[in-house]
């Protein structure tokens, strides 16, 4: 028992020492500026990045290897090895690529900018720019002039070396993936900030927390400068007419499912979560067997709906060697020539009709509107359909006509000629709106599509058929445009 209360009242002691030499000695969380600059005072403590000396070259990562709490959450990571959010040497990817840098290598001198949405805590020092700050109401990018603003309104120069984290924690799909971070740093590479002052953190709030480093439940304010673009990098963003004439690989980033109702012709399939794993890039060897279908050899084009999940693959790829240039789904859907069609209420028909039950084959035929049918702007718009579909929280509306065209000279894209993109529908509905029968319609000369409509069980009466076209994702219904009567 003496011997207890003796080896007790010894560790008693030497916490107490401890402590008198930790307060006695300039602890970044009691020190005056540390309050004022939290950031810059906790890692002033730790050394400067590079200090020459007598001694060999002193750098921030080895002098804060000799802090306490970092040191004390390394060894805590060591004993739990089934954490997902430990920096330990045996689950750390490999990295060779200086495009990201671990938190364990943040500089005193870096400016760490969170750009996440719906965050509850920030690694302190941080300065925050909601990534959705930077579109506007319309969910479009705003001007390069209104994005220097934002970056100097949040205390951002060109000649800051920037650190960026955040992802978007109220996207459902987004799948912990740092997008909002990747986004906003081909954003700042494309309004020219150097790209050697620009990194990526390779991890996020939880594995800064787990480094043993302090977070704050308010982002950090700088005071106000003035961001001057250097000169805009348009090689990083790809045009609808360079999607569309120039020698690249084109890569869809979005789900397979998104992928499977339509895509730009000649697109390879690579989800955004394929780059990642328990959100973080995946480790380069891993990354290297995502793009095997990908050569160095050619540009790469890649797209999802917005920039911000397109972002994602884009800086994997670029970090893995590819030539890589962002586009947009928007953008492709918006540059798709005017869809201008309607039925032609000759050709389109029933056979039999009227008919006993039994097998009944139904044909629909588009066609253009007449010559001369087009009002000043080239297009026929009092009389057609206007398809609008809004998409995610950051994609914009889309607005097409419904329509076609063939056997002319007029600009715009043929049901016959365009088959991937097209489906045509055959509804069939009784006297009561109810539905009988849906009735795939397969395409067998230009704008002519066919279906048979199995009417054996059919009561006698008439129906009413309709016709719905899909364009990618947007659907046209025809309605009651034919009648067929069973006997």
Not at 82 to 98: G, I, L, N
Not at 285 to 299: I, M, Q, R, W, Y
Not at 412 to 418: K, R, T
């Amino acid at each position: 028992m003496i011997r207890r209360f003796i080896t007790v009242l010894g560790m008693m002691l030497i916490i107490s020492a401890v402590s008198m030499q930790w307060a006695s000695a300039a602890c970044p969380m009691c020190k005056p500026d540390y309050e004022e600059y939290p950031h810059e005072g906790f890692l002033k403590s730790l050394g400067p990045e590079e200090e020459k000396t007598s001694a060999p070259v002193i750098s921030a990562k080895t002098e804060r290897l000799k802090n306490p709490l970092f040191n004390k959450s390394l060894q805590t990571s060591e004993t739990e090895a089934k954490s997902d959010k430990t920096q330990t040497t045996e689950s750390a990817p490999v990295r060779s690529s200086s495009m990201l840098v671990p938190v364990t290598a943040v500089a005193r001198s870096d400016v760490v900018l969170d750009v996440s949405n719906g965050a509850s805590e920030y690694i302190d020092g941080a300065v925050h720019i909601n990534y959705m700050d930077f579109y506007n109401e319309n969910k479009k990018l705003k001007s390069v002039d209104e994005i220097a603003a934002l970056l100097g309104s949040a205390g951002i120069t060109p000649n800051d070396r920037v650190v960026l984290t955040g992802t978007d924690y109220d996207c459902p799909t987004c799948v912990g993936g740092p997008f909002a971070a990747t986004f906003v740093y081909w954003l700042m590479l494309y309004i020219g900030h150097d790209e050697s002052r620009l990194k990526l953190l390779d991890g996020d709030t939880a594995d800064w927390k787990a480094a043993g480093l302090p977070v704050q439940s308010a982002p950090y304010v700088r005071p106000a400068t003035t961001y001057t673009v250097q000169g805009i990098r348009s090689e990083l963003l790809a045009t609808n007419d360079y999607v569309r004439n120039a020698d690249v690989q084109i890569v869809d980033s979005r789900t397979f499912d998104a992928f499977g109702q339509g895509s730009i012709p000649g697109a390879l399939n690579i989800p955004y979560e394929s780059v990642l794993e328990n959100g973080r890039l995946k480790d380069e060897s891993e990354l290297a067997s995502v793009f095997t279908g990908l050569t160095k050899d050619k540009p790469v084009v890649v797209y999802a709906n917005t920039e911000f999940k397109a972002s994602m693959v884009w800086f994997a790829l670029r970090m893995m060697g590819y030539d890589a240039r962002i586009y947009t789904w928007n953008d492709w859907l918006k540059n798709l020539p005017a869809f201008r069609m309607r039925l032609n209420s000759t050709l389109t028909r029933a056979e039999p009709n009227p008919s006993t039950p039994g097998p009944v084959r139904i044909h629909a035929v588009f066609e253009l509107p007449e010559d001369g049918a087009e009002n000043a702007s080239g297009t026929e718009e009092g009389n057609l359909t206007k398809l609008s579909v809004m998409g995610c929280a950051t994609c914009e509306p889309i607005t097409v006509w419904a329509g076609s065209l063939t056997k002319n000279k007029n600009p715009g894209l043929s049901l016959g000629s365009s088959t991937q993109y097209f489906t045509c529908t055959a509804m069939i509905r009784d006297s009561q709106g109810g539905e009988v029968a849906s009735v795939p319609m397969e395409r067998v000369s230009d704008d002519e599509y066919v279906g048979t409509w199995d009417a054996t069980n059919a009561t006698p009466g008439s129906y009413s058929v309709s016709f719905v076209v899909t364009v990618y994702s947007l659907s046209k219904e025809f309605e009651n445009a034919l009648t067929v009567v069973i006997q």
